[in-house]
Nanobody
Framework: HVQLVESGGGSVQAGGSLRLSCVVS????????MAWFRQAPGKQREGVAVIEAADGTKTYAQSVKGRFTISLSDAKNTLYLQMDSLKPEDTAMYYC???????????????????WGQGTQVTVS
């Protein structure tokens, strides 16, 4: 049993920063991958960033590389997304997710993520 709860969304001007948090409860060590996804109105859900719990390897979508940073607390119970140099096109509902699969071959695809948070809205103007 795993629960994910996001927070930290809000409205910010272009060029500004936000920090999103995702608190993980339940069996934290069953989550081999943890990731952030986003979905704008009328668009498909897209992967933003993923971190492998075992070794900390990070993968980013090209659209956010160099601007966003994903991290996981040492206890693996809190996932973060530091978002800098925000652009209007970053506006979306942001979701954290966890995958229990031992290995993912498409890290930013949502299909094999088992658990999802409720989402937190990010608006950049």
């Amino acid at each position: 049993h795993v629960q994910l709860v996001e927070s930290g969304g809000g409205s910010v001007q272009a060029g500004g920063s936000l920090r999103l948090s995702c608190v993980v409860s339940g069996n934290t060590y069953s989550n081999n991958y943890m990731a952030w996804f986003r979905q704008a109105p009328g668009k498909q859900r897209e992967g933003v960033a993923v971190i492998e719990a075992a070794d900390g390897t990070k993968t980013y979508a090209q659209s956010v590389k160099g601007r966003f940073t994903i991290s996981l607390s040492d206890a693996k119970n809190t996932l973060y997304l530091q978002m800098d140099s925000l652009k209007p096109e970053d506006t979306a509902m942001y979701y954290c997710a966890a995958a229990t699969a031992r290995r993912l071959y498409s890290l930013l695809s949502p299909s094999r993520y088992n658990y999802w948070g409720q989402g937190t809205q990010v608006t950049v103007s």
